[in-house]
């Protein structure tokens, strides 16, 4: 039995775990002050006050060891959570920042061979092994951010051989790492070289060939496409989500990235679990989101390191689209396992208040990978997933910006950064 008393602050994020936080509920962290948090069998089985969890302690106890832990002066949060990655990949792309910096266009590196068919050479060339060995520096990296469970997405195999690779590692890593990943095949991230010019065939080989062969194997939970101008369009967008729905696989799609081209639309309309970036997404596109239930991941830390207008997440939640954030942590647009970092940035750039900015990294994120039963917030039965931060309270996060104020992470009731 563990115990933690004395929390300056507790966000339980409580009472959303049927359905993401939307509107003015994005607001409510379920906060308590002098905060007590019991764990047995790496579960949560009592959160309330310091006194009360006292007692519960003492009436439960028996003769069990109890770990007493004080987190007094600090604020204890879920265990913060990345609803959107292309975490494995091998190699990385430094030298694309300055011909950026000289004016060349994320989708003019790509349409040249680079970006990411720079990382796919790179990915086809590695070994599982080294796969895997680069792929677990970023997730314990992402550790010490706070960040205890990521999605994880294919997409620089974009062969069938390699995406299974790929999603091999990431279930490995899944048995082995303290971080949960949840598996995304993403073989539809760009048409690679041996098909240029011939896009439709190359989504033929993802609809017949990648997604059930990824099925088969259950290498996936999600399906996810870019769907973009210059990458794959509407319509071959909803053919491969739909061969995906078919096969089981639940839609994700990369909507409204760089142009305004019906993603958002198409998400609602498939009945999609997300939309991600939606920087360019349009005012019918918000609508139909709100009404079918999607959820929009948002991702600032992309738009400012290819130094564009971030997403209006303002506008998207006054229209009550649940909003999640993620890092997009990536080679090419995002290079960042901070999180936290990327919190700051809604609220600086996107004007998330603190506390819509928390409830996108928890429950709403946990909703956005289909996890809300067990993790994104911390009540009695779910997953004992949690970060306690040097901070007196959940306001400091936004505060005290881009460092890194993580002091102690609990995955499964097991202390994992301290
Ligand atoms: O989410 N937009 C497409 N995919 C990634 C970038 C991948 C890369 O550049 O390697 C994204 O931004
Ligand atoms: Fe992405």
Request: aromatic share 6%.
């Amino acid at each position: 039995m563990i115990y933690i008393h004395s929390a300056a602050q507790i966000a339980t994020l409580r009472g959303a775990s049927a359905k993401p936080k939307a509107g003015k509920e994005m607001e409510e962290l379920g906060l308590i002050e002098d905060g007590g948090i019991v764990i047995e069998d790496g579960i949560f089985t009592f959160v309330g006050s310091s006194e009360e969890a006292r007692r519960y302690v003492a009436e439960h106890s028996g003769n069990q060891e109890v770990t007493v832990l004080s987190a007094e002066g600090r604020t204890v949060t879920p265990g913060l959570i990345d609803p959107h990655t292309h975490i494995v990949f091998s190699g990385s792309r430094e030298f694309e920042l300055n011909l950026r910096l000289q004016g060349a266009k994320y989708m003019d590196i790509l349409n040249a061979g680079g970006g990411i068919l720079y990382t796919t050479e790179r990915t086809r060339e590695a070994a599982e092994e080294q796969l895997m060995a680069e792929t677990v520096k970023r997730l314990d990296r992402f550790l010490e951010y706070g960040v205890t469970t990521v999605e994880a997405k294919s997409g620089y195999g974009l062969r069938l051989e390699d995406e299974l690779k790929q999603l091999r590692v990431v279930r490995r890593l899944n048995a082995s790492h303290p971080v949960d990943l949840v598996p995304t095949f993403m073989g539809a991230h760009a048409v690679p070289v041996e098909y240029k010019g011939n896009a439709d065939a190359f989504v033929r080989t993802v609809i017949e060939d990648m997604i059930p062969a990824v099925a088969r194997e259950e290498l996936a939970e999600f399906c996810d496409v870019f769907c973009e101008e210059g990458a794959f369009t509407v319509n071959q967008s909803r053919d491969i989500l739909a061969a995906g729905q078919k096969w089981g696989l639940k839609p994700k799609i990369h909507a409204d990235e760089l142009v305004s081209y019906g993603g958002a639309e198409l998400a609602a309309e498939l009945g999609a679990v997300s939309a991600d970036h939606l920087l360019h997404v349009s005012e019918a596109g918000i609508q139909r989101m709100a009404e079918a239930g999607v959820i929009a991941v948002l991702l600032p830390g992309t738009a400012f390191f290819l130094m564009a207008q971030p997403a209006n997440a303002r506008a998207m939640i006054a229209a009550g689209v649940p909003v999640a954030l993620s890092t997009d942590r990536n080679p090419g647009s995002s290079p960042t396992e901070s999180l936290p970092f990327i919190m700051n940035l809604a609220c600086l750039t996107m004007r998330m208040t603190p506390a819509e900015v928390l409830a996108a990294c928890t429950i709403n994120a946990a909703h956005a990978i289909g996890r809300a039963a067990t993790i994104g917030s911390i009540e009695v039965g779910k997953q004992a997933d949690l970060v306690l931060f040097d901070a007196p309270n959940y306001l400091y996060l936004q505060y005290h910006y881009a460092v890194n104020l993580v002091d102690t992470v609990f995955k499964k009731g097991e202390v994992v950064i301290q």
